[in-house]
């Protein structure tokens, strides 16, 4: 053994050069022969192939080269893992080229090959033909087919250019771009589409063929290669679609109206594994009656299949809402719900109402004349963003879906003591825009109305827990049914909390908050998802309720036809609440508000089947269709001028296609989140409504456990200025009575709408 050892101390010697691989150290390079190695521990000499044959070597592995007989156990294993390990690489790398739409990678020719280890892996550095005279050029000894003079730059960050690519001058790539961006102007493309995960890998399928590629027709684009576009989204989505079997879906439905004034009902299907784009219907000159709408309705659960949706989501359109009627009637296993963002945005909304609550809807009309004030001039925009504000804006409406009231508020209450400095500042006084009519208006509102920002504080008070609910809610990144119905619960007291538990202060917005959730709201698969979910019914805070029980019961009934089936379910629940069987186990208990609540079940829930899969197909829900309507700008831009003439199957080909590749790519980037659960504690409120852009994928961890905390709160333990201090003077934060005094005789029922 000692010779061996010594043998490896001389071995660097004689190493090829880069040999960080840890397999060099067990050989060494046979002097006078090119690319050949000798094995330290039986003395074999391998001719050809590199750190790769001799990893193969070394562990046992079956292949070109002999097993080595004398290695020990350990050095054995560990070139194994490395083999292993390699492979796994290969195949990784392989699936993302697949996923963000490059196709099969492209070989390399011996001119683009990096060179490194593997620089030992072959003794021809030119074609090599087989014994049957056909020409297959060999890079390093491995195959590369018909296509070897084609190479692809490597453009992946970080990585090492081409030999080719390197050796280009910056005439030619100025060149190059100037090309792409004088096409891109003349077709008028929008500058994010730069943006596009298949933007570089199009320029690498071109660079590899080389010059004289001549790129798809016009009749191409949109006949065959569409098409084939459609076909593959399609495969893609049929991994998706065998989910459903297990986890139940939800199939959402919204209406709309595009430029050419055409009313189009988009279908969406949610389930935990990803949301897809179903189809859109064109119902022009079709009457949006309920029974018009009920055949729609129809035809499109019959091609997803009753088995497998669990609910039927629209907004409150009162035809929307009999025709989702008409549907749970008939099917009666799959239930009709409203869409939870538009019921909990129609709360905040009419908190707002000026007929009921003036004071607030005043202060919301006097934030908006300031905003629009500061950006409808860009003098007065450029000093706030140059000099106070960092180059953080006040709001971006266009970004903002809902709860867009809440919005002004909070972005003036964050940038209080700024928007005062600058109307104090010397280039504000000396400017022509202090001296006018409106700047005065102004500067007076932001300097010396105190009353205004006691409104807008009042204003965040009352609606910030519903508006955290809403957040959660509108996303649909992991599945909110089995906490909505105890978020709105908490959030209501946390309402009263804020107000000092003063009746004649919260009262108006709690019987609000009542009235939308009693009459449109609530549905018994609310309460059955907070009784299955783990992490709120086990703990010690949450305070059971008849209707709980009471809706666990009904959707039993509903969803399970079977009897017998029905009975087993009811007596395996007892065994929940009580914690037998696994469910009683240390980690099941640890586990229940650390693990995603379907994760949870699946894990725990295999001593009782007939719970396990009820309890999932319910947990596995979304509380809101707002997936449709962010499908609305996918086909304004597909749909402009120059597209109004396209039928519509090929601009629902278009729209499918597009928006289930984004769809797509955000399925793959949420996944390593697929299993937490919920958490609110990180939560920025204004992130995804003042940013650039809103994404579709939302890294964010939303705990409804946290729900009561106060945005505020959090800020200044971040050390954040949110400015909300009432009264700079030392003023007490007591609720203002006159803000309370139009608030007592509210009559909740009025506010609501059968058609909202």
């Known amino acids: 053994m000692s010779s061996c050892q010594s043998n490896s101390a001389t071995s660097t010697a004689f190493a090829p050069a880069r040999s960080e ?68 690489n290969k195949e990784k790398k392989r699936k993302l080229s697949l996923e963000i739409g490059c196709g099969s990678p492209v070989d390399l020719t011996y001119d683009d090959v990096d060179v490194g280890d593997d620089e030992y892996e072959g003794g021809s550095q030119g074609p090599v033909h087989d014994s049957k005279g056909k020409g297959k050029e060999k890079v390093g000894g491995k195959s590369t087919g018909p296509f070897s003079r084609f190479f692809a730059p490597r453009t992946s960050p970080g990585s090492q250019p081409s030999i080719k690519s390197a050796m280009c001058s910056k005439e030619m790539i100025d060149k190059a771009k100037m090309a792409i961006a004088n096409w891109w102007y003349d077709a008028n493309l929008p500058f994010n589409a730069s943006q596009s995960k298949f933007y570089q890998p199009a320029i690498d399928a071109i660079a590899a063929i080389g010059p004289g590629f001549k790129g798809p027709s016009l009749h191409e684009l949109r006949g065959n290669l569409l098409k084939n576009s459609v076909t593959e989204v399609q495969n893609y989505l049929l991994d998706i679609k065998t989910s459903w079997r297990d986890s139940g879906c939800s199939l959402m439905a919204d209406g709309w109206t595009n430029q050419r004034q055409q009313p189009i009902i988009n279908f969406l299907v949610y389930c935990p594994k990803g949301t897809i784009f179903l189809k859109s219907i064109d119902t022009s000159g079709l009457r949006k009656d309920a029974e018009t709408l009920f055949k729609i309705f129809d035809e499109v659960v019959q091609e997803v299949g009753v088995e497998n949706i669990v609910q039927f989501i629209t907004d409150n359109d009162a035809s929307y809402k009999a025709a989702g009627k008409k549907l749970q009637q008939k099917y009666g296993s799959l239930f009709w719900s409203p869409c939870a963002a538009h019921c909990i945005d129609l709360m905040l909304e009419n908190f707002c109402d000026p007929r009921h609550f003036p004071i607030i809807d005043e202060t919301i009309k006097k934030a908006r004349k300031i905003t629009k004030f500061i950006y409808n001039h860009a003098w007065v925009l450029a000093l706030m963003r140059k000099d106070f504000t960092k180059g953080h804006d006040l709001c971006r409406p266009a970004v903002t879906r809902f709860a867009t009231n809440f919005l002004s508020i909070q972005c003036l209450l964050l940038f209080k003591k700024e928007l005062r400095q600058m109307f104090t500042c010397d280039k504000w006084i000396v400017s022509s825009y202090s001296k006018s009519n409106i700047g005065k208006e102004i500067a007076e509102i932001v300097l010396e109305d105190r009353e205004f920002w006691a409104q807008c504080q009042f204003i965040v008070t009352i609606s910030e827990p519903l508006v955290r609910v809403l957040r959660l809610v509108d996303g649909d990144e992991k599945p909110a049914m089995g906490y909505l119905y105890n978020a709105m619960e908490k959030a209501k007291e946390n309402i009263k909390a804020r107000l000092k538990n003063k009746v004649s202060a919260f009262m108006p917005f709690i019987r609000v908050i009542d009235a939308r959730w009693d009459k449109q709201l609530h549905s018994p698969l609310h309460a059955a998802g907070c009784l299955l979910n783990p992490g ?60 995603n609540p379907v994760a949870w079940w699946s894990t725990f829930g295999n001593e009782f089947p007939a719970l396990q899969t009820f309890a999932i ?140």
């Open 617 to 756: 197909r319910i947990l596995s829900q979304c509380c809101s269709a707002t997936g449709c309507e962010r499908n609305w700008s996918t086909f304004e831009f597909i749909h402009s001028k120059k597209r109004n003439r396209l039928e519509h199957k090929r601009l629902n080909d278009l729209v499918f296609v597009r928006y289930n590749l984004k769809l797509r790519e955000r399925n793959i980037k949420r996944g390593r989140d697929a299993l937490d659960p919920i958490n609110l504690e990180n939560i920025d409120l204004m992130e995804e409504w003042v940013g650039e852009e809103s994404e579709l994928i939302d890294g964010e961890d939303l705990d409804w456990g946290s729900i009561e905390e106060p945005l505020a709160s959090q800020n200044l333990e971040e050390g954040v200025n949110v400015g909300l201090d009432i009264d700079d003077d030392g003023g007490d934060n007591d609720i203002d009575e006159n803000i309370l005094s139009s608030f007592a005789n509210v009559d909740p029922f009025c506010l609501i709408d059968e058609n909202e």
């Open 536 to 595: 709120i019914y086990f703990n010690p805070c949450f305070k059971s309720r008849n209707d709980v029980s009471r809706g666990f019961t009904t959707c039993v009934v509903k969803m399970e036809p079977d009897i017998d089936k029905q009975d087993e379910i009811i007596q395996q629940i007892d065994m929940y609440k009580n914690a037998n069987g696994d469910f009683g186990q240390p980690i099941a208990i640890r586990q229940r508000e650390k693990s």
């Open 21 to 88: 691989d840890p397999a060099w150290s067990h050989a060494r390079v046979v002097p006078g022969a090119r690319n050949s190695t000798q094995c330290l521990y039986c003395s074999k000499i391998i001719r050809g192939g590199g750190v790769t044959r001799l990893k193969y070597h070394l562990g046992g592995i079956s292949g070109d080269v002999e097993a080595c007989k004398k290695v020990p156990d350990d050095i054995k294993s560990q070139m194994k893992e490395l083999v292993n390990e390699m492979k796994k």
